[in-house]
């Protein structure tokens, strides 16, 4: 299973990319407006970090408006993902950009048909947001099972990018559920790692081995 960091804050990317944690990054306009930066420099200062898949959101909302953002984000970095909303119009944009060999995300999934509809059009991620189904009091997991029957179904190379993730116990269901990536806040990534028994485990070796006198090196 892939692991993306949701963020376009450097040093979030760069402490989970050194540990060797992430397999790359999603950025959207929210997270970019987070950050204050100019989106091609950012992108650029991420492709730096990371030669894993990064997506980057275009804003038209038109067929030609989506080529043109698109085309200027994929030319920063061969690992540019265009990510694009789930209407005709990005539909659309997204076989275009997939018949000129680009990487394509379609994102604000909220239906097993959309994801349906993705696929056909060559998406390379397909991301439904679980935690805004969720927060709807729809179960948001129940979607990701869903587009894993469909898409196994008829062998669609689309991979589920589960997004919108908000707790840990997302991540060990969609991980359950044969999800190929999720893309996750820094925080909650990290989180993954504690587990108040292996801190506890910590603190009694290292009492016993302070008592043996040795050392190691
Ligand atoms: C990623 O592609 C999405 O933009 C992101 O996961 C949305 O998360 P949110 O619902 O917490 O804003």
Redesign the pocket.
Known sequence: MKFFV?TGNLSEIEILQNAGLIDGV???P??VLKVNRPIIELLKDICQITDGPV?A?VVASDYDGMMREGEALASIAPNIVV?LPLTLNGLRACRSFTDRGRMT?V?LCFSANQALLAAKAGATFI?P?V??LDDLNIDGMELISDIRRIYDNYAFKTQI?V????TPNHIREAALLGADAA?V?AATLLNLIDHPLTHKGIEAFDADWKKTGQTIV
């Open positions: 949701d999603t950025t959207n929210s997270l997506s959101e990510k995300n994102t991301s947001f935690g805004r990018l997004a919108s993730v908000r893309t806040p």
